[in-house]
């Protein structure tokens, strides 16, 4: 990938007739300084590189010049320098995208948000709080506690990744089943449009009026403009919360529970589900003590009044010994309940000690044909020689598995990205999407045309043609084809550096 | 418009012979010169590429419940009528999610869902359509729990202005590839496309439901009533406020939705939040569905619940200086108020009320919004922000249109034209 990268680089400067690539950009520098300050503008090479990826460490680029503005006004002027000048300009939170929404454009201008990061109001009797986009996620949630308060979307990322960002890809997270993602928690964003103007979609109170440009804007992955301020919605801690860990000697069998559970009426906060290798990897790495030699790990967690939460707790007991739990553990208070919980977050890290290399994918499918899925994934897996470990949140379907490989192995890296393309076609094939929560980005543009028709993304593309007719704004993301704006009348159109046909083939 | 007859043979090899629009098909005065019922997304399809290639102006009509909201259209060549739309095309049960057409009227999919114990848990009317439902982005009392109809959309399929057909999201709940442009199309009002088919998440229904009601004079202590309710761990699915004249006592009811034993529990613990109170398992009789116009004029106000104080003194002396005395009932809880004042009120006194509001409430979070008025009110607010008040990122929307629809042939003369 950071080869291919490279080779964009270089097309596209020699289509500019041989200007070294992001001059134009480097040319912004000092009036970058005047706007962010001398040391808020990177030039070195060195400090650049430490930009060159997101946490999709596959797809790397070296960004032209790198400011960090610390005001929405900051930002603005930034961007209006970059649309004045026809440069391109690609904004970054924390940097633990997992798709490559972030990774930088060799020619244009990363415009990191880490500097913004307070939490500006917090408003316990409108449940609401505004805070820039810098600020991480598990933040918002701590600075509400105290008002029995918290912050619902819950990455697993949630420690470092930012507000902002989780705006930028719509992020979900274990809970969302229940809870719902973050475009159903963010009431209100002030952004930046790609032509360097402020303003505010939404204003926190959950009524529109005009079109639902908030709705469309979020998880839109950066590329209708930059976020400077989140009006949040805050959700009423739950009064009473139990995980129930349930092992089974077939992910079948687990796979019934789920089917059961949603078939009585629950709708758990969670659903999460490990198989063999993934619990194996996780016991070696925090000592979760999940039950030795199961082939099926699902945790089960209900949240919500006590007087619910005690019946529903009853009736998944028995659901899950019904089909067939080896063994079931419940655990209501928090120290307990994050002991189990560390195993399952701590599986992508820990399966990545068992191999070199691994690819993790965010494909989703309708919960009732998870089955056939892993099945599916089972028989790619056995076919192919490369092993895939599953972990997925399995009540919304969504699938994370892992595809080990070891690139120092010839021809390995190809075949692993065959089975994790043939893992994305399972899920399309079985009505499902190609990601539930890390987004399109830079990595998965290119399955796009498979789950869409070319008038569906060419219907999409027109919301994009709306705020960024000239196509700044984090060029390359999502769309595999960047659309032709055309015209519009009485509309402002920019320079279109990145429309030159066959430049843009990320 | 061209030649008619040309136009209809157009129309009927589109989707079968269209009928002359009549009286009861005028919209804002104007009838229809041509009313097609499609009968699938292809006609539909269809139907629009003729309209694109005659220049028709279209407006799109579900159950013509709120049809009248908002501002009317200024042209109407072409009504496409979706009542031949109307089946549940899929309900996965197991995946809590169903695929239904446009044209299908809620009440007749609530009663397919409800067969495997599941809704769409949105409380509107049985008559509405699915596609006016999201065009118009009506919800009612649980918008609290559930939100609005964009929040329970998971997949959409659209008819462009020039007959281009356009899917977005899926039918998985959790889903972020592309643009989601079931938020954009929610609460278009038919203003950038048609719908034509619908997907939601559902959810199951609860075994049992108690309302907790209360009633205060003082505004003060009602609004305390409201948040704490709102805010409370007990997870209300609906906090209501109803107060029939503007300076008169506050009734709030509050929804719990679950187990029957649950319900039971949480509403004994809600009834001492809100003080004095009785719970019941029917809702009281001044529980609102969706909100009505009949008739009059009916403003949405929405605020940070923390505002709810100011908003109520706000609408208590915009309503005595204008000379008004509208109803005020909603989603308190989730920051919403619908005011109604009865259609005999003269009209610059209505707009007189909706002025003085929209100055009271300048600057602040939320919006006075009227959804629907007589002709003679909207034309006395002309002027004074019209029916929609301020609306910020204007030029944006614009933009969503212009690219949407360049000919501005659906339903042009609404938002934002209309700005």
């Given at each position: 990938?950071?080869?291919?990268?490279?080779?964009?680089?270089?097309?596209?400067?020699?289509?500019?007739?041989?200007?070294?690539?992001?001059?134009?950009?480097?040319?912004?520098?000092?009036?970058?300084?005047?706007?962010?300050?001398?040391?808020n503008?990177?030039?070195d090479?060195?400090?650049?590189?430490?930009?060159?990826c997101?946490?999709?460490?596959?797809?790397?680029?070296?960004?032209?010049?790198?400011?960090?503005?610390?005001?929405?006004d900051?930002?603005a002027?930034?961007?209006?320098?970059?649309?004045?000048?026809?440069?391109?300009?690609?904004?970054?939170?924390?940097?633990?995208?997992?798709?490559g929404?972030?990774?930088?454009?060799?020619?244009?201008?990363l415009?990191?948000?880490?500097?913004m990061?307070?939490?500006?109001?917090?408003?316990?009797?409108?449940?609401?709080?505004?805070?820039?986009?810098?600020?991480?996620?598990?933040?918002?949630?701590?600075?509400?506690?105290?008002?029995?308060?918290?912050?619902?979307?819950?990455p697993?990322?949630?420690?470092?990744?930012?507000?902002?960002g989780?705006?930028?890809?719509?992020?979900?997270?274990?809970?969302?089943?229940?809870?719902g993602?973050?475009?159903?928690?963010?009431?209100?964003?002030?952004?930046?449009?790609?032509?360097?103007?402020?303003?505010?979609?939404?204003?926190?109170?959950?009524?529109?009026?005009?079109?639902?440009?908030?709705?469309?804007?979020?998880?839109?992955?950066?590329?209708?403009?930059?976020?400077?301020?989140?009006?949040?919605?805050?959700?009423p801690?739950?009064?009473a919360?139990?995980?129930?860990?349930?092992a089974?000697?077939s992910?079948?069998?687990?796979?019934?529970?789920?089917?059961?559970?949603?078939?009585?009426?629950?709708?758990?906060?969670?659903?999460?589900?490990?198989?063999?290798?993934?619990?194996?990897a996780?016991?070696?790495?925090?000592?979760?003590?999940?039950?030795?030699?199961?082939?099926?790990?699902?945790?089960?967690?209900?949240?919500?009044?006590?007087?619910?939460?005690?019946?529903?707790?009853?009736?998944?007991r028995?659901?899950?010994?019904?089909?067939?739990?080896?063994?079931?553990?419940?655990?209501?208070?928090?120290?307990?309940?994050?002991?189990?919980?560390?195993?399952?977050?701590?599986?992508?890290?820990?399966?990545?000690r068992?191999?070199?290399?691994?690819?993790?994918?965010?494909?989703?499918?309708?919960?009732?044909?998870?089955?056939?899925?892993?099945?599916?994934?089972?028989?790619?897996?056995?076919?192919?020689g490369?092993?895939?470990?599953?972990?997925?949140?399995?009540?919304?379907?969504?699938?994370?598995?892992?595809?080990?490989?070891?690139?120092?192995?010839?021809?390995?890296?190809?075949?692993?990205?065959?089975?994790?393309?043939?893992?994305?076609?399972?899920?399309?094939?079985?009505?499902?999407?190609?990601?539930?929560?890390?987004?399109?980005?830079?990595?998965?543009?290119?399955?796009?045309?498979?789950?869409?028709?070319?008038?569906?993304?060419?219907?999409?593309?027109?919301?994009?043609?709306?705020?960024?007719?000239?196509?700044?704004?984090?060029?390359?993301?999502?769309?595999?084809?960047?659309?032709?704006?055309?015209?519009?009348?009485?509309?402002?159109?920019?320079?279109?550096?990145?429309?030159?046909?066959?430049?843009?083939?990320? | 418009?061209?030649?008619?007859?040309?136009?209809?043979?157009?129309?009927?090899?589109?989707?079968?012979?269209?009928?002359?629009?009549?009286?009861?098909?005028?919209?804002?005065?104007?009838?229809?010169?041509?009313?097609?019922?499609?009968?699938?997304?292809d006609?539909?399809?269809a139907?629009?590429?003729?309209?694109?290639?005659?220049?028709?102006?279209?407006?799109?009509?579900?159950?013509?419940?709120?049809?009248?909201?908002?501002?009317?259209?200024?042209?109407c060549?072409?009504?496409?009528?979706m009542?031949?739309?109307?089946?549940?095309?899929?309900?996965?049960?197991?995946?809590?999610?169903?695929?239904?057409?446009?044209?299908?009227?809620?009440?007749?999919?609530?009663?397919?869902?409800?067969?495997?114990?599941?809704?769409?848990?949105?409380?509107?009317?049985?008559?509405?359509?699915?596609?006016?439902?999201?065009?118009?982005?009506?919800?009612?009392p649980?918008?609290?729990?559930?939100?609005?109809?964009?929040?329970?959309l998971?997949?959409?399929?659209?008819?462009?202005?020039?007959?281009?057909?356009?899917?977005?999201?899926?039918k998985?709940?959790?889903?972020v590839?592309?643009?989601?442009?079931?938020?954009?199309?929610?609460?278009?009002?038919?203003?950038?496309?048609?719908?034509?088919?619908?997907?939601?998440?559902?959810?199951?229904?609860?075994?049992?439901?108690?309302?907790?009601?209360?009633?205060?004079?003082?505004?003060?202590?009602?609004?305390?009533?409201?948040?704490?309710?709102?805010?409370?761990?007990?997870?209300?699915?609906?906090?209501?406020?109803?107060?029939?004249?503007?300076?008169?006592?506050?009734?709030i009811?509050?929804?719990l939705e679950?187990?029957?034993?649950?319900?039971?529990?949480?509403?004994?613990?809600?009834?001492?939040?809100?003080?004095?109170?009785?719970?019941?398992?029917e809702?009281?009789?001044?529980?609102?569905?969706?909100?009505?116009a009949?008739?009059?004029?009916?403003?949405?106000?929405?605020?940070?619940?923390?505002?709810?104080?100011?908003?109520?003194?706000?609408?208590?002396?915009?309503?005595?200086?204008?000379?008004?005395?509208?109803t005020?009932?909603?989603?308190?809880?989730?920051?919403?108020?619908?005011?109604?004042?009865?259609?005999?009120?003269?009209?610059?006194?209505?707009?007189?009320?909706?002025?003085?509001?929209?100055?009271?409430?300048?600057?602040?979070?939320?919006?006075?919004?009227?959804?629907?008025?007589?002709?003679?009110?909207?034309?006395?607010?002309?002027?004074?922000?019209?029916?929609a008040?301020?609306?910020?990122?204007?030029?944006?929307?614009?933009?969503?249109?212009?690219?949407?629809?360049?000919?501005?042939?659906?339903a042009?003369?609404?938002?934002?034209?209309?700005?």
């Open positions: 990938m950071a080869e291919s990268t490279a080779t964009v680089a270089s097309t596209a400067s020699a289509a500019r007739g041989g200007a070294p690539a992001g001059a134009r950009a480097v040319a912004l520098a000092p009036a970058m300084r005047d706007i962010c300050g001398a040391g503008v990177l030039t090479p060195l400090e650049l590189r430490t930009y060159e997101d946490g999709l460490t596959s797809h790397r680029a070296t960004p032209a010049l790198v400011v960090l503005p610390s005001s929405a900051q930002v002027a930034v961007v209006r320098a970059c649309a004045a000048a026809g440069v391109i300009f690609v904004a970054r939170g924390s940097g633990t995208g997992l798709s929404g972030a990774v930088p454009h060799a020619e244009g201008v415009i990191v948000m880490s500097r990061r307070a939490i500006l109001e917090v408003d316990p009797v409108a449940r609401r709080a505004v805070v820039e986009p810098g600020v991480t996620n598990l933040s918002v949630t701590e600075a509400v506690r105290p008002f029995g308060l918290f912050y619902a979307p819950d697993s990322s949630q420690v470092v990744c930012s507000v902002g989780n705006v930028a890809e719509n992020s979900g997270g274990a809970h969302c089943l229940k809870h993602f973050t475009v159903n928690h963010v009431l209100g964003l002030e952004i930046v449009t790609p032509a360097g103007e402020l303003t505010w979609l939404g204003d926190g109170t959950g009524v529109g009026s005009g079109y639902d440009l908030l709705g469309a804007f979020t998880g839109s992955e950066g590329t209708l403009g930059i976020v400077t301020k989140i009006i949040v919605k805050l959700t801690a739950p009064e919360v139990h995980l129930v860990l349930a089974y000697d992910l079948e069998a687990g796979g019934r529970a789920v089917t059961d559970i949603i078939a009585a009426g629950i709708v758990p906060a969670a659903i999460e589900m490990m198989d063999a290798l993934t619990i194996e996780a016991e070696a790495a925090v000592h979760c003590g999940y039950p030795e030699g199961a082939a099926a790990v699902l945790l089960v967690e209900l949240d919500g009044p006590a007087a619910e939460v005690e019946g529903e707790l009853a009736t998944v028995s659901i899950c010994e019904a089909a067939g739990a080896r063994e079931i553990r419940a655990a209501d208070d928090p120290v307990q309940r994050a002991g189990i919980w560390a195993g399952r977050k701590s599986a992508f890290a820990a399966v990545g068992l191999s070199p290399a691994y690819i993790v994918q965010d494909g989703v499918v309708p919960r009732t044909a998870l089955g056939d899925v892993l099945a599916r994934i089972s028989a790619l897996s056995a076919e192919s490369i092993r895939v470990a599953n972990v997925f949140h399995a009540g919304d379907g969504n699938l994370h598995p892992l595809v080990l490989y070891n690139d120092a192995v010839p021809g390995e890296t190809e075949a692993a990205e065959v089975v994790s393309g043939a893992i994305l076609d399972a899920c399309i094939e079985y009505g499902g999407s190609i990601t539930g929560e890390h987004g399109v980005g830079l990595d998965k543009s290119r399955y796009m045309p498979k789950m869409f028709t070319a008038a569906d993304l060419d219907t999409m593309q027109l919301v994009r043609c709306a705020f960024d007719p000239a196509s700044l704004c984090n060029p390359g993301k999502i769309f595999p084809t960047p659309r032709l704006c055309g015209e519009v009348p009485g509309h402002r159109r920019g320079p279109r550096p990145a429309a030159a046909p066959g430049m843009e083939i990320f | 418009m061209g030649d008619l007859a040309v136009i209809g043979k157009a129309l009927t090899a589109a989707c079968g012979e269209p009928r002359e629009g009549e009286m009861a098909d005028a919209i804002g005065g104007i009838v229809p010169a041509f009313v097609v019922a499609p009968g699938s997304t006609e539909a399809a139907a629009l590429r003729a309209a694109a290639e005659h220049e028709l102006a279209v407006v799109v009509r579900g159950a013509g419940g709120r049809l009248g909201w908002g501002d009317p259209p200024s042209r060549d072409l009504m496409i009528d009542s031949r739309m109307s089946s549940v095309v899929e309900h996965s049960a197991g995946d809590l999610v169903a695929r239904v057409q446009a044209g299908a009227r809620m009440g007749d999919v609530a009663a397919a869902l409800e067969r495997d114990g599941q809704e769409i848990a949105l409380d509107v009317p049985d008559q509405a359509t699915v596609g006016g439902v999201v065009a118009s982005g009506l919800a009612g649980r918008r609290l729990r559930y939100g609005t109809p964009r929040d329970l998971i997949g959409i399929t659209i008819v462009r202005a020039d007959g281009t057909v356009a899917r977005s999201g899926g998985v709940v959790k889903n590839a592309g643009y989601d442009l079931g938020k954009l199309l929610a609460g278009s009002a038919g203003t950038l496309a048609l719908i034509t088919e619908a997907t939601f998440r559902l959810h199951p229904l609860p075994a049992a439901r108690v309302y907790v009601t209360a009633e205060y004079v003082s505004a003060r202590i009602a609004c305390d009533a409201v948040a704490a309710a709102a805010n409370s761990p007990l997870v209300a699915s609906a906090v209501e406020l109803s107060r029939p004249s503007p300076d008169g006592p506050i009734r009811g509050v929804l679950g187990s029957s034993d649950g319900v039971a529990a949480r509403a004994m613990r809600m009834a001492d939040l809100l003080g004095p109170a009785e719970t019941s398992l809702p009281p009789p001044w529980w609102r569905g969706a909100p009505d009949e008739g009059g004029t009916l403003t949405r106000v929405s605020c940070w619940v923390s505002a709810l104080p100011a908003v109520l003194d706000a609408i208590e002396a915009a309503a005595r200086d204008a000379g008004v005395s509208p005020i009932a909603g989603p308190a809880g989730a920051g919403v108020l619908y005011l109604r004042v009865d259609p005999d009120v003269a009209a610059d006194r209505s707009a007189g009320f909706v002025r003085a509001l929209r100055a009271a409430r300048s600057g602040e979070r939320g919006g006075v919004v009227v959804l629907a008025a007589p002709t003679a009110v909207r034309e006395a607010l002309a002027g004074y922000g019209g029916m008040g301020t609306v910020p990122s204007l030029a944006l929307m614009r933009a969503v249109k212009d690219q949407f629809d360049p000919g501005h042939r659906m042009p003369g609404r938002f934002p034209d209309v700005m």
